[in-house]
């Protein structure tokens, strides 16, 4: 049987699942802290946080920990892999669009006006990193979030730790999901993924073995502006919430971090950019669902695909 | 060998000959099944009461959603259901 825990961190559901010998309650809520000492340590929405204080510190060099450091190599590689679709830098744009308080106290009013035009800023590559000395410098008027990036990162890292000495182990956080190891008996991990035209539906189901699965979407975090609908995917090259041709992208890949910036630069970029970054990462599998509710899928899903899935196109 | 081999064919046809002679009979002085009336009868039921409306659910006017609140707490089950759906 698999041990399991559910709460709520990073302002989304976690779920915790652990099978093996070593598989206990402590083991679940010492992950559980792990994940809400990330949260306090990466939230943009605290000010205390070490996040909030780095980007109160622009234009200065900044001491951090080792994991801001490693996230922040992470996420200026992937901006120039995904030439630039997926960039942290979009915060000051993701609050004029109204995202400016966490999306509990969001969600149900009308955000406040966004407040003139978009400021000119440098591009995420000019943030500077001093490596050996643990220093960081965003330049002036830049500010980070890495909330992507970081729910992939830590949801990878707590089921890893979480697996040590036991048969598998889960980690979800809202549409992130790392698996280590294998259920017991040979069985494969199953994932449903979301129809977002109907959130209790089921747009395909994927049995997948160990690596991430994450899903970006434009149905989720959803509010108004000025009675105008809004989203959290923001895209860089306009400034505003992205107009995508799809409504949620599911990335299947062996690493959380990959999953996630890959899932949010192909919802914002579409069909020329998935045939770019395929080719690119071919280990990487995408399901794609249409505002028709059309599921859409790469060749590589067919490894995944569970026999019960009936609304499937290849891509 | 060969003669208990013959042997044992004979008896198991025997068995099976007189097995299903025992199974004819026993069928042929059974009670016949009961045959229905033609007459379908009525039985008079006691009407049943007036069901009162249910209240119409009071839905408020703006678009405001309840925060769901996942179920804090430990459970063990063969495999919990992960549901991908974007954050």
């Known amino acids: ?315 | 060998m060969r003669l208990f081999r013959f042997a044992l064919n004979i008896w198991i046809t025997l068995v099976s000959i007189m097995s299903f002679l025992l199974g004819w009979v026993i069928l042929g002085h059974s009670p016949k099944p009961v045959q229905p009336t033609s007459q379908p009868s009525t039985v008079s039921v006691a009407p049943l009461p007036t069901l009162t409306p249910l209240d119409s659910p009071q839905f408020g006017s703006g678009n405001s959603i309840q925060n769901f609140q996942v179920q804090n707490g430990f459970s063990s089950v063969p495999q919990p259901i992960f549901r991908t759906g974007g954050s």
């Open chain 1, 1 to 315: 049987m698999m041990q399991s825990l559910q709460f709520r961190a990073m302002n989304t559901d976690v779920l915790l699942a652990v099978e093996g010998q070593g598989a206990s309650e402590r083991a679940l809520q010492r992950a559980r802290e792990e994940i809400e000492a990330f949260e306090r340590r990466f939230s943009r929405f605290r000010p205390d946080s070490e996040l909030s204080v780095l980007n109160g510190s622009a234009g200065q060099w900044t001491p951090v920990s080792d994991e801001m450091l490693d996230l922040l190599i992470l996420a200026q590689a992937y901006y120039q892999e995904t030439g630039g679709l997926f960039d942290p830098s979009v915060l000051p744009d993701l609050r004029r669009a109204g995202y400016d308080a966490t999306f509990d106290l969001l969600r149900g009013r009308d955000a406040s006006a966004a407040t003139g035009p978009r400021a000119a800023r440098e591009p995420f590559t000019a943030l500077e990193l001093d490596t050996a000395h643990g220093l960081v410098r965003l330049p002036e008027g830049m500010q980070i979030d890495l909330g992507g990036i970081g729910k992939g990162w830590v949801v990878q890292r707590v089921a890893e730790r979480l697996k040590s000495g036991n048969t598998g182990a889960a980690v979800s956080a809202g549409g992130d999901m790392y698996f280590a190891g294998m259920p017991a008996g040979g069985k494969k991990w199953r994932v449903e993924i979301e129809d977002p035209l109907d959130v209790d539906g089921t747009a395909a189901v994927l049995n997948v073995g160990e690596g991430a699965v994450v899903t970006s979407s434009i149905s989720k975090r959803t509010w108004t502006q000025g009675g105008q609908a809004r989203h959290h995917i923001i895209d860089p090259r306009s400034g505003e919430p992205a107009q995508t041709e799809w409504l949620s992208v599911t990335v299947v890949a062996p690493r959380a971090d990959l999953a996630e910036t890959y899932a949010k630069a192909l919802l914002i970029g579409g069909q020329p950019m998935a045939r770019r970054l395929l080719v690119q990462r071919p280990q990487i599998a995408v399901i794609s669902i249409t505002p028709d509710g059309q599921v859409l899928a790469s060749d590589k899903c067919k490894e995944y695909l569970d026999g019960s899935n009936q609304r499937i196109s290849s891509k």
